[in-house]
């Protein structure tokens, strides 16, 4: 498909005025590789097919010229783009995530351009009763007259993160045709197994080597997140008393029926992401598996201060040990592991590297719209790594859904954002 014709951002400053962006173009093509991560694969990455993905940017890399792209064994892919400028420059690393979400399927995606949204519904052509409606995604009031991607139907499209890794491309492509740009040495980082919370496992940051990053992993035009969840995760085993169910009379003490006892009495009105917004941290059950003798309920703690995945956890260690006390037999194990800390707590020490994104939003004629992330992103464990790494908007919205859109204006907002920012690092060196 020729897209041309409506890649072009309508309000361009004059550095981008004869640009013709990539962006989306290159979205199109990425969506249709699937590249879903497994949250159950013990592998890395948990899924092959997110080398295929990997393999092509590097590919591409390599094509624009830019030399030592390569994906590692891992499926973490490196490149370079060497600084043209005399200053001395911190290098500055963008990154985005390959992986789609478990939550929906990510075969076989069929991409749709919808040519200049006038706010109406758009019906999605393989599951007609998949509605994107004005009134239940009101950013779309802000999109009237752009280009909107959705998926077909019946898959997730992929925006989270492919939009990041196009726009990352697209920086790339840039800076590789507008020499007379200047900028420090410029590193990109695309990884795996995001989504399923090991896109940092296998990272190798000394070869990175990086002072400052950047994770394109956002929503709205414009938006600037510093900081995520602290996050633990956590698992209650519970060994029950098993015996033949023909023989079980006041021998058996099912498991399975103690996990469903403590679900049950988890509060209904606070402590859960069904009732909690804005700063509010939660306590949430993701997964159940077992048999009568013995059962395992995985949850997920978070919450914007740390001490407070503490007190949760002893709340919810309470709560389990006062229904398991009640079987006399039976026992339970608590493990607690920790997953990320809030980024803000690291970015809080280098104030420069959110100024100079908030200025990169600006010049390209956006407001600034700092938000915390209720999640987590590669930049909260890559800022605790010693790598401080906000994260930027990629104009993604309704992930992990099969009403999942964006805008293409959006995408070119995020190249001119980037392409600012290490105009403005070099700049300020």
Known sequence: MCIKSYIRCPKSVDMFENYQFTAAERFLRY???????????????????QKDLGKLLAEELKKMGVDDAHIDESGYVYATIPSNTDKKVPVICFCAHVDTAPD????????????????????????????????????????????????SGNTL???????????????????????????????????????????????????LGADFGYTLDGGDAGSLEDETFSADGVQVIIHGVISHPGYAKDKM????????????????????PESTEGKRGFIHPVRIEGVAEKCTIDFIIRDFETPGLKKKEDFLRTMVDETVRLYP??????????????????????????????????????????????????????????????????????????????????MNKAVETMVHLAGIWEEKS
Do not use: W
């Not at 007379?180 to 296998?202: A, S």
């Open 31 to 49: 969506v249709q590789v699937d590249t879903q991560s497994d949250p159950l694969s013990s592998s890395q990455p948990t899924t092959a097919k």
């Open 329 to 410: 037999k039976v026992s339970f194990e608590f493990i607690v592991t920790e997953q990320y800390r809030n980024m803000k707590e690291i970015l809080d020490l280098h104030p420069q590297v959110i100024d100079y994104a908030k200025q990169a939003i600006e010049k390209t004629g956006l407001a600034v719209k700092t938000e915390s992330i209720r999640g987590g992103t590669d930049g909260s464990r890559l800022s605790f790594m010693g790598l401080p790494c906000p994260n930027l908007f990629a104009g993604e919205q309704a992930i992990h859904s099969k009403l999942e859109f964006i805008s293409v204006q959006d």
């Open 104 to 151: 929906c399927s990510g075969t076989n995606v069929k991409p749709i351009v919808h040519k200049n949204y006038q706010g109406q519904d758009i019906v999605l052509p393989d599951d007609k009763t998949q509605v994107l409606r004005l009134s239940e995604y009101p950013y779309l009031k802000k999109l009237n007259g752009h280009d909107i991607i959705t998926a």
């Open 253 to 272: 003490i099912n498991a399975m029926k103690i996990a469903g006892h403590i679900l049950d009495a988890l509060p209904k009105d606070r402590l859960s």
């Open 157 to 207: 499209l992929g925006s989270d993160d492919k939009a990041g890794v196009a726009e990352i491309m697209d920086l790339a492509n840039f800076l590789q045709t507008n020499k007379g740009v200047k900028h420090g040495t410029i590193k990109i980082l695309f990884t795996p197994d995001e989504e399923v919370g090991k896109g940092t496992v296998k990272v190798d940051l000394e070869k």
